[in-house]
Structures are given as structure tokens and as C-alpha cells.
């Protein structure tokens, strides 16, 4: 179960780099609502991984 969260958040975050990325490289903007949502993924994740000793690479990464 909790391999499985981890799994959709980290498809939560590859979909959420474009939102990220396009518009900083296009019009050197920042998309606030998407950093919002990217830094509860990331304290979510924060709260499964916590104490495991083996992490995907892909995620890491």
C-alpha cells in the first residue's frame, strides 16, 4: 500500500514538472500553485519514506 502511493506520487511529480519548468524557461515565471502542490508531495513522501532503507532510484532521482 505504501508502495503504491509512492508510486502515484511520484507520477504526481513528473506530471507537475511542466507546470514547473515551462513557464520559468518561457517567461521567467513561477507557477506558485504548482510548487504548492509539488512541496505537499514531497512532505507526504517525506512522511513514507521515512525510515525505509531501500528508496527507487527513479524517485531519488
Given at each position: 500500500?505504501?508502495?503504491?502511493?509512492?508510486?502515484?506520487?511520484?507520477?504526481?511529480?513528473?506530471?507537475?514538472?511542466?507546470?514547473?519548468?515551462?513557464?520559468?524557461?518561457t517567461s521567467k515565471t513561477v507557477n506558485?500553485?504548482?510548487?504548492?502542490?509539488?512541496?505537499?508531495?514531497?512532505?507526504?513522501?517525506?512522511?513514507l519514506i521515512k525510515?525505509?532503507?531501500?528508496?527507487?532510484?527513479?524517485?531519488?532521482?
Open positions: 500500500m505504501i508502495n503504491d502511493r509512492m508510486i502515484e506520487i511520484e507520477e504526481s511529480i513528473n506530471k507537475l514538472t511542466v507546470d514547473l519548468l515551462f513557464p520559468i524557461r506558485k500553485e504548482a510548487f504548492d502542490k509539488l512541496y505537499f508531495l514531497l512532505d507526504e513522501l517525506k512522511i525510515g525505509e532503507l531501500i528508496i527507487s532510484r527513479k524517485l531519488v532521482g
